[in-house]
């Protein structure tokens, strides 16, 4: 088993940035990636970005690509993703979540772990 912990989300103003972290514990050696899903009310959890843990390549959905980076420290395994120019629209529970095959997917049922989730809300 794999235990993901979120932390770092708050209120942030619009065009703000904000930092995440994911700290994982148990076996984590199992896990070869880690990505970055939102839910907001009402609306289904989506695909925010991954990394592959040991290369570090990265993907992004359309609607962050250049305001937010994923990184990870692989010492402390632990991925952040960093946000900038957040808009009122990145407002969400923002999860991470971790996959042990290979592969960076967009797809939920893919991960095997996540995390409780951390509240990012912006405001206008």
């Known amino acids: 088993q794999v235990q993901l912990v979120e932390s770092g989300g708050g209120l942030v103003q619009a065009g703000g940035s904000l930092r995440l972290s994911c700290a994982a514990s148990g076996r984590f050696f199992s896990v070869v990636a880690m990505g970055w899903f939102r839910q907001a009310p009402g609306q289904e959890r989506e695909f925010v970005g991954a990394i592959h843990w040991r290369g570090g390549t990265q993907y992004y959905a359309d609607s962050v690509k250049g305001r937010f980076n994923i990184s990870r420290e692989i010492a402390k395994n632990t991925v952040y993703l960093q946000m900038s120019s957040l808009k009122p629209e990145d407002t969400a529970v923002y999860y991470c979540?971790?996959?042990?095959?290979?592969?960076?997917?967009?797809?939920?049922?893919?991960?095997?772990?996540w995390g409780q989730g951390t509240q990012v809300t912006v405001s206008s």
């Open positions: 979540a971790a996959r042990k095959t290979p592969g960076l997917t967009t797809t939920m049922t893919h991960y095997d772990y």
